[in-house]
């Protein structure tokens, strides 16, 4: 891609130091056109760049969500071992029949909310590993726009590129 923007980079600095020497409006005019293809050929690179950012945050983002529902999980696991120890000791000592029963419930609603937060824990995650698809694939679509300006490396080619970057970044903001 640095090869295409020092090329329309160059192609820019000739294009103003002709119009300098020439000083015709028509010289003018070519100069501001290979500036407006060096100018969509940046904004497209703006573009796929912050798409690449926005996925890579997602992923980050749906790896922390998974990461929290694996412990969510293993905390209900062991709250319900925990709550089934407690309440076997509670049958075995007559003695202290009330303070086990009163960890068991204890024992018992923390499980309870363990496990009522693992679907929503769960639940997150998918939605963090379904936008980090989304953004992944709207990444993946940016580049193959820039890829094809970047074969053809036309004004025509970087403009196209430009006004999909555009289509594909809103058609994925409103959805």
């Given at each position: 891609m640095t090869d295409e923007a020092n090329h329309w980079a160059e192609e820019t600095t000739r294009?103003?130091?002709?119009?300098?020497?020439?000083?015709?409006?028509?010289?003018?005019?070519?100069?501001?056109?290979?500036?407006?293809?060096l100018s969509e050929l940046a904004f497209t690179m703006q573009t796929s760049v912050a798409a690449k950012q926005v996925s890579e945050q997602?992923?980050?983002?749906?790896?922390?969500?998974?990461?929290?529902?694996?412990?969510?999980?293993?905390?209900?696991?062991?709250?319900?071992?925990?709550?089934?120890?407690?309440?076997?000791?509670?049958?075995?000592?007559?003695?202290?029949?009330?303070?086990?029963?009163?960890?068991?419930?204890?024992?018992r609603a923390a499980?309870?909310?363990?496990d009522q937060a693992v679907p929503q824990l769960a639940e997150a995650a998918r939605v963090a590993?379904?936008?980090?698809?989304?953004?992944e694939h709207k990444?993946?679509?940016?580049?193959?726009?820039?890829?094809?300006a970047s074969t053809a490396n036309t004004p025509a080619?970087?403009?196209?590129?430009l006004k999909l970057s555009s289509e594909v970044t809103e058609s994925r903001a409103a959805s």
């Amino acid at each position: 891609m640095t090869d295409e923007a020092n090329h329309w980079a160059e192609e820019t600095t000739r294009a103003v130091a002709k119009a300098k020497a020439i000083g015709t409006p028509e010289a003018w005019q070519e100069a501001a056109k290979v500036a407006v293809v060096l100018s969509e050929l940046a904004f497209t690179m703006q573009t796929s760049v912050a798409a690449k950012q926005v996925s890579e945050q997602r992923e980050q983002s749906a790896r922390h969500a998974t990461e929290r529902a694996r412990i969510a999980a293993q905390t209900a696991v062991d709250a319900n071992r925990s709550a089934q120890q407690t309440t076997q000791a509670a049958r075995e000592a007559a003695e202290a029949a009330k303070v086990a029963e009163r960890a068991a419930a204890e024992a018992r609603a923390a499980a309870e909310q363990a496990d009522q937060a693992v679907p929503q824990l769960a639940e997150a995650a998918r939605v963090a590993e379904q936008a980090a698809a989304e953004a992944e694939h709207k990444a993946q679509r940016l580049a193959e726009i820039v890829a094809r300006a970047s074969t053809a490396n036309t004004p025509a080619a970087w403009n196209q590129a430009l006004k999909l970057s555009s289509e594909v970044t809103e058609s994925r903001a409103a959805s």
